[in-house]
């Protein structure tokens, strides 16, 4: 006997209604959020979408990466504009900020030396220093492409452009977005950079890689100039920032949606968050070839953004999205909807009784959406993507 129009109708129908519960399942729309640890920490109003950050352990200062990324829009289809002029019309540009040591709450404006282009879009900001001096590298998204601009840090609010590295369509893919940054000291400048996006922000393609959770994105290891680029004078005109003789190789592929970065302090180890993969992978780096391998990859229960080592050399702090969706229409509708947050920390002694712990989470109320989690002494700092303000956390009351 065979089936019916209305048998098959019914099939059909069930098919779908598993595969929706299926994704919200796996997006975490059905976790239930528990608030810990919130009364530990306090907002610091006025700072919008500040997502990344970066401190120096010889003085405790952190810097943090603020932006609108309302032009982003990697989440919705059907946009009018492409990503380049989507950038271009955006008017407020992104900003820097440093948290003096022991100041965290009173956050100061960055000036940037010698930078004069249109469009500054900081997604991810890293610390490096060594004999060169003391750096701030950064990922920038502009109307021309992505780019690297590293900066030398002067004074604490004040830095000044040393070179600019754009990653253009003839030497990579047609389209990549840059995500975070780590840079290897003593190396000359000598990078790893997460490409989040391969396909454009906005079209049915991107679309499909985020919510199929394809596995398309990857590290590139970016090769200094020469082991004493850094050390050279800034140039003076801006027409001599513009890097060449930067090699750049994939070094990881195939990722879901790879994010945050970081490395332990002697950078024999790094860490990634795969945010749909709802991982952190860990890999051994040679030191000599600078390729990496495989440890493992540790359950994050979320989808995370970025991540940071803290000041003991094995404690990871991870910024992460426990329901991805509901993290989708925040990112939207940032006024309207709030999204819950969610800050692990991940203790590295080379075990395999090494697990996530949560330290903080928050139904979305004081910080909706969470990046990073970033502990330097007794406090942990908390950055959004889209919220505006980050929060000051007791950490010894953790």
């Not at 982003?72 to 948290?99: F, P």
């Not at 947050?341 to 090494?354: E, G, P």
Request: glycine share 6%.
């Amino acid at each position: 006997m065979g089936f019916t129009c209305t048998q098959l109708v019914c099939a059909a129908f069930w098919i779908i209604i598993a595969v929706l519960l299926n994704t919200l399942y796996q997006v975490g729309e059905f976790s239930l959020i528990y608030p810990k640890n919130v009364r530990q920490c306090r907002r610091i109003e006025g700072y919008h979408g500040c997502e990344d950050f970066a401190f120096f352990a010889s003085n405790k200062d952190v810097y943090m990466s603020c932006d609108d990324r309302s032009w982003l829009k990697y989440h919705a289809l059907g946009q009018n504009d492409n990503i380049s002029t989507r950038i271009a019309k955006q008017k407020e540009q992104g900003k820097l900020y440093v948290l003096p040591s022991n100041n965290y709450d009173k956050a100061k404006p960055v000036t940037m030396k010698g930078f004069t282009s249109p469009d500054f879009h900081p997604l991810g900001i890293a610390s490096m220093e060594d004999k060169s001096g003391k750096w701030l590298f950064v990922t920038d998204n502009t109307r021309d492409g992505e780019k690297v601009e590293i900066f030398k840090v002067h004074s604490q609010t004040d830095i000044e452009l040393f070179s600019e590295f754009l990653f253009d369509a003839p030497l990579f893919e047609p389209f990549q977005m840059l995500n975070d940054i780590v840079v290897i000291p003593d190396s000359g400048g000598s990078f790893y950079v997460t490409v989040w996006l391969v396909k454009e922000p906005g079209t049915i393609l991107n679309f499909i890689d985020v919510y199929l959770r394809r596995p398309v994105s990857y590290v590139l290891f970016c090769e200094s100039p020469s082991k004493d680029f850094l050390s050279n004078p800034v140039p003076s005109n801006n027409a001599d920032k513009s890097s060449v003789g930067w090699k750049c190789r994939r070094v990881v592929e195939n990722l879901r949606m790879i994010n945050g970065i970081t490395r332990s302090h002697d950078s024999k180890r790094m860490y990634m968050a795969e945010t749909t993969a709802k991982t952190m992978n860990v890999y051994d780096r040679d030191t000599i070839t600078n390729e990496l391998a495989l440890v493992k990859k540790v359950s994050t229960m979320s989808g995370c953004d970025n991540l940071e080592m803290s000041q003991d050399g094995k404690t990871v702090y991870l910024g992460c999205h426990p329901k991805a969706l509901t993290f989708q229409f925040h990112a939207a509708y940032p006024k309207a909807v709030v999204a819950p947050s969610r800050i692990l920390k991940f203790v590295d002694n080379n075990s395999s009784a090494d697990e996530m712990q949560v330290v903080m989470e928050s139904t979305g109320e004081i910080l909706s959406g969470s990046s990073l989690g970033i502990k330097v002494d007794d406090t942990l700092i908390v950055g959004s993507v889209h919220d505006d303000c980050y929060l000051l956390c007791d950490a010894e009351k953790l």
